[in-house]
């Protein structure tokens, strides 16, 4: 990279008011300019940094755009087949109950190939957390319809829009896992301006807090966007999604577990 | 816990095995004629005694992943199944020898296709030693004859697996695993606290990140891992080949046979010989990898080769292949969950040696 004259000077520790996670490895992310994706990764790994569970936490990737999110996290990873990561997470966490494991899904791969393996693993209420990237399309595959693709919403497989008659209608499964008895932190948040940024960072470190509680499922709904999918600029896209997706998928807490004495984790 | 002498089902051998090989966690679905192998593990509960996790999954697709899951941890983890089943597990598995993982699958054979029937067959053989999901892999199949193979196979499917990084499979039958006989069950193993270096278990500061995945995106680099698992597979090949002969050396009419097959055959090479025909028996007990090389130097010295299964003909392929013909291969099967009697197989073998 071509240096700019005269940064260096003001590169020193007096001045580090923001640095790159430990965990983010030097891989060049791959996905497309304005994505959720990379602020996520971002997040999490600065999360599992400052828990100081590096050394005891597994992630477990789904098949979809953040296939490759173990390329991006300096933590043991497994790669699932799609729609099976929380059986895998199942078993770790069974067998390895004193380590973290989680799961990073988009919404093809838990609302629809994965819908069994995500409600039943709720309902046994695995002490794992579920992060599940909805921005309602194919991202992978070139922006095909999802299961929570909006009605009339167009997509390569919707191209007239999504006809709620024929194609069904857009499935709430976070709504859904909530209702679960297993389920201990169900939330729907954003990553598209800095207190979303914030309010989902706090949402994944209260996650990781009650599974050293063993408290239950935790599940965290980000609703995100797809520039390159919805055929929109990043700043298109976040509009729309506000626009759209959010009134659809209201943003905040479904579910918050009951406080116990003693166990309630520590906030910012 | 000693060596001890049990009356038991064939698949209630398999669940108190895998008790007693020190498994650390089974996960399974129920389907006839199995059922009685998460039923006797879920009240023999060893998560109170070895701490071994037994958990009925919701689906054949969730079990196959939670060994998937649990085999990545490094972790002595097995499933087993039925035909209908397994077909379900087929995605799982290729994942599995895909990330070059050990688990134990057990698929207690019941007649196909689709739904089919309950009874006994052999009819998964061509699934279970040429892959069975997409791209190019193979189990470790072995086929047990009787209870005592059903137990001690337990045991020596976790040992390849683990040996060679790769899923291995008990191939047996409805009847296997419904019909009791006397059994050796082995010493408690104590469950293993060796952690393998690929294991995910949360990465150490003393070692780079594992991660388990099958995918590769340059050709390149998935051509040199495919390359790394034919030599894989070439090496069990030649080490790992088991195989029972049963009145072979003077033998004109090489019977064929394993599993349930076999211990029909086996009394039928007695009729024949009754009858003055010189026949015998060979069993394979690995079907991957195939004793292939004895078949064929027994076919410098047979007349003819009759491979009997409870399938349309799936076995006698590799065979054929085997005998590269030398000498005449014939099949003789029953199917839709039908035994075939001894008196059947010589019926059919004088009729092939008149035919011939």
């Known amino acids: 990279m071509k240096e700019v004259t005269g940064t260096k000077e003001y590169i020193k520790p007096e001045n580090l008011v923001y640095r790159k996670s430990s965990l983010l490895t030097d891989d060049i992310m791959h996905y497309c300019p304005g994505c959720g994706h990379s602020t996520t990764h971002r997040i999490l790994a600065e999360v599992i940094e400052e828990e100081g569970i590096v050394h005891d936490v597994i992630g477990i990737s789904p098949v979809g755009c953040s296939v490759f999110i173990y390329n991006y996290i300096d933590i043991d990873w497994q790669e699932a087949a799609h729609g099976r990561a929380p059986a895998l997470a199942t078993a770790i966490k069974r067998l390895l109950p004193d380590k973290y494991v989680f799961t990073y899904q988009g919404d093809g791969d838990l609302a629809a190939i994965g819908t069994a393996e995500t409600i039943h693993s709720c309902n046994r209420g695995e002490n794992i957390l579920i992060i599940f990237i909805n921005n309602g399309i194919y991202g992978m595959t070139g922006g095909q319809m999802a299961p929570t693709t909006l009605p009339g919403m167009k997509s390569s497989t919707s191209p007239y829009g999504r006809d709620v008659s024929t194609m069904g209608n857009p499935l709430k499964i976070t709504d859904i896992v909530a209702t679960l008895p297993g389920t201990c932190y169900v939330t729907r948040q954003s990553v598209h301006s800095p207190v979303n940024v914030r309010r989902t960072k706090k949402a994944i470190r209260k996650a990781f807090q009650y599974q050293k509680l063993n408290r239950g499922t935790c599940f965290i709904e980000i609703v995100s966007n797809c520039p390159s999918g919805w055929k929109m600029t990043p700043v298109q896209a976040n509009k729309w999604m506000e626009e759209n997706m959010f009134p659809y998928y209201p943003l905040g807490d479904l579910k918050v577990p009951e406080e116990k004495q003693g166990d309630q984790p520590k906030t910012e | ?356």
């Open chain 2, 1 to 356: 816990m000693e060596r001890e002498l049990r009356l038991m089902k064939g698949n209630e051998a398999v669940a108190e095995a895998a008790i007693r090989a020190g498994a650390d966690g089974y996960f399974g679905y129920p389907i006839t004629p199995q059922s009685e192998i998460i039923e006797y593990l879920m009240e023999a509960n060893p998560c109170v005694t070895t701490g071994m996790v037994v958990l009925q999954a919701e689906s054949e697709v969730a079990a196959i992943n939670m060994v998937y899951g649990g085999a990545g941890c490094g972790k002595k983890v097995m499933t087993t199944s039925s035909s209908p089943g397994i077909s379900l597990m087929q995605e799982g598995i290729t994942y599995i020898a895909g990330a070059e993982l050990p688990c134990l699958i057990v698929n207690v054979v019941r007649g196909g296709p689709g739904l089919g029937t309950i009874q006994p067959a052999q009819s998964d053989y061509f699934q279970a030693v040429k892959g069975g999901g997409h791209g190019d892999y193979h189990l470790i199949v072995l086929a047990p004859a009787s209870v005592q193979e059903m137990a001690d196979f337990v045991g020596l499917g976790f040992e390849l697996a683990f040996k060679y990084r790769n899923p291995a499979m008990i191939l047996s039958d409805g009847a296997i695993g419904q019909m009791m006989e006397k059994v050796w069950l082995s010493p408690q193993k104590e469950r293993s606290k060796k952690v393998p270096e690929w294991a995910t278990t949360g990465k150490p500061e003393n070692r780079k990140r594992n991660i388990i995945t099958s995918l590769e995106l340059d050709p390149d680099r998935q051509e040199a891992f495919n390359q790394k698992l034919v030599a894989k597979y070439n090496e069990i090949r030649e080490k790992e080949v088991r195989l029972e002969e049963y009145q072979c050396e003077d033998a004109e009419y090489l019977l064929v046979a394993y599993g349930t097959s076999a211990r029909v055959c086996q009394k039928a090479v007695q009729l024949a010989r009754e009858q003055g025909i010189k026949a015998g028996l060979l069993r394979p007990i690995t079907l991957f990898p195939f004793p292939s090389k004895r078949i064929l130097e027994l076919s410098d010295r047979i007349k003819m080769a009759l491979a009997v299964e409870m399938s349309a003909g799936q076995m006698v392929e590799d065979v054929m292949l085997a005998v590269n013909g030398k000498v005449p291969v014939y099949h003789y099967g029953r199917m839709g969950g039908i035994v075939p009697t001894p008196d059947e197989v010589v019926e059919n073998l004088k009729e092939r040696i008149i035919g011939g």
